[in-house]
């Protein structure tokens, strides 16, 4: 789970900072061994030239090996300031012939090349030392003489650690610099994100109008945009609600007020046979809000359909079969005949079953006001070329001027009879378009009635 305190300016400087600092390490652990290289090679060579000076000193007389060492030289060979220099000489017969047998020589453990001076590491005195080896001829004798070299290692430390404060310490200084330049970089480069936030927090819940885009960067354009389309949306869906409450504020009021007028006229009556047409009245009142209430609360559940429904597959067979004997009671009463045609085989729809029927009711409720007495209903499914639900009425039918109307709320055809409030084929065409379904409305033949069919995507 993604943590809500993450901080989108720590973000941007930890991922700038971690390569920053991981490249500056490798870079320092690099500098330390190329520095620690050149330091060896370079006091190695002197080492090397301690180990020639002595070489010098070695003679033969009278085929014997002798080292002529006098005081003096062997103080310069061993004066130095930081370091100590201890030597040894080796003849292959005599053993040591000068200086101290605590000098190490190379292992034996592996075969050694003495064409070259051998170099390695090593410890005299508990101390670590450098040693150089070599191997000496001389003429007039096959008596091998080796000379061994140690030195302490105090000037290469010394001069690995300058090198590498003179090397490491501008680029821990570059990198402070740099990452208070990026720190305040990226606040600079925020700023804009808090000014827009600022701005919104200020506006009042009534204002919708688009944020305006003269000083937001182009990678905040698109969450300005997308926010600018959520306020459209929202604006919209707004006007749609205030348009919806006003339209149904006026349908309630005309009933009401016929309601109570019919109240008025009943109580002026003195005899309960002057009383009944002002009751029928207020009963017929009281259906029409009954009614008009019934539509408004299911065209308000339609609304939230795309966040609170789940469509799954519905058998419209069943569903259309069941709805047709539900409401063949209220046909009867017009003498009115509900057929059904569409077979006995399940075919299956992507919906919702509860929306579905309300669709079919509202369908079958239309027929049977707007119907001729006596007429016929049919209601049809067929499965080719795409499953499709249609009613059929044998009543005077819709203009075509108003087809494109009806399905508008609370509009009704001038002069039309029954008691609707303009909202069953509204409340229709929003649950088709819920379902992603095809409406159309035409004549059911050439003398009048009314077909609507439904298409659904097939599964």
Known sequence: MMNNKRSLKSEILLRLAVPLILFISCESVLSYFVTLHHVDVAYDRWLLDSARSLTQEIKVSAGKVVVELPPAALEIFKWDESDKTYFKIISEQKGIIAGDKFVPEPSTAKKIDWAHPVYFDDEMYGEPVRVVSMLIARENTQEKIFVHVAETLNKRRSMMLDILLADLVPQFALVLLTGIYLLVGVKRGLQPLHALADEIARRSSRDLLPIPEQHVFLEVRTLTDTINELLERL??????????????????????????????????????????????????????????????????????????????????????????????????????????????????????????????ANLLDNAICYGHDQGNIVVKVERHPSPRLSVEDDGPGIAELETDKVFERFYRIPGSSGDGCGLGLAIVKEFADLHQARLALSRASATGGTRIDLVFKAL
């Open 235 to 360: 604006t919209s869906a707004i006007a749609s609600q205030q348009r919806f409450i006003a339209n149904a504020a006026h349908q309630l009021r005309t009933p009401l007020a016929g309601l109570k007028l019919q109240v008025e006229l009943a109580m002026r009556e003195q005899d309960l046979p002057a009383m009944k047409p002002a009751l029928m009245h207020i009963q017929g009142c009281a259906d029409r809000m009954s009614h008009l209430t019934t539509q408004l609360l299911i065209l308000a559940r339609s609304e939230p359909i795309n966040g609170d429904y789940e469509l799954r597959p519905v058998d419209l067979c069943k569903l259309a079969k069941e709805t047709c004997m539900d409401w063949v009671p209220k046909a009867m009463q017009r003498h009115i005949e509900i057929s059904f045609e569409g077979g006995t085989d399940p075919l299956y729809v992507q919906g919702d079953e509860i929306l579905l029927r309300e669709l079919l």
